[in-house]
């Protein structure tokens, strides 16, 4: 299966500000998924992302608070623009894999918002 | 949305089976049924798919019943690195992954 490397692991950023997480695999992938874990809940699916299109958010994200760039197969980057405390949580990238396995999880980043 | 339905908590004594049980009564003929786990606030990590047969690997078994609304994932001898919550997944129309609330299993030493 792909093997995701996921920057930044963890970071701690004032309100305010803007994180760019990026998501690099070591595989060509046309799928691409971004994912949010807050505190003690279950993941939720932010946006999918295929190369070469507009990413695809789902119904409570916007782009203007999640832009996403998807520039080849390879990579993605997901950022967190004018964060708030409430923006504090795990946020993970996730690929397909091609032998009908499910997908591949990245560790994620842990972004925690003063 | 999440198509899935799964208990909140379970406990299992080590070394015994643990049987989480999963609720998928929407599932469509051609969706597979996926289990994951997470062990505290890692990536989600494979366990197991299976479409209508039950399916055994290294890692868990996976029953599925005959009208396929039903499934479980059975850890043959529980560890308590087994301690994670286990996700039941049956992917959205758009090849997306849509989790839901999980169950969080404890294995008591």
């Not at chain 2, 289990?35 to 366990?47: A, D, N």
Request: proline fraction near 4%; hydrophobic fraction near 30%.
């Amino acid at each position: 299966s792909a093997v995701i490397s996921q920057k930044p692991s963890r970071d701690i950023c004032q309100r305010g500000t803007s994180l760019t997480i990026q998501c690099q695999v070591d595989s060509q992938v046309t799928m691409m998924f971004w994912y949010r874990q807050q505190p003690g809940q279950s993941l939720t699916l932010i946006a999918t992302a295929n190369q070469g299109s507009e990413a695809t958010y789902e119904s409570g994200f916007v782009i203007d608070k999640f832009p996403i760039s998807r520039p080849n197969l390879t990579f993605s980057t997901l950022t967190v623009s004018n964060m708030s405390p409430e923006d504090s949580s795990i946020y993970l990238c996730s690929v397909e894999t091609y032998n009908n396995y499910g997908y591949t999880f990245g560790s994620g980043t842990r972004l925690t918002v003063v | 949305d999440a198509k899935t339905t799964q208990p909140t908590s379970m406990d299992c004594a080590e070394g015994r089976a643990a049987n989480l049980p999963c609720n998928h009564s929407t599932i469509s003929g051609n969706e597979y049924v996926y289990w994951y786990r997470q062990i505290h606030s890692q990536g989600p990590q494979y366990i197991i798919h299976g479409l209508k047969n039950n399916e055994t690997n290294e890692m868990a078994s996976l029953i599925i019943t005959e009208d396929r609304k039903s499934s479980t994932l059975i850890l043959p001898h529980a560890t308590l690195r087994d301690t994670a919550v286990y996700y039941c997944i049956v992917m959205g129309k758009g090849n997306q992954f849509y989790f839901g609330t999980g169950t969080s299993l404890t294995v008591i030493p």
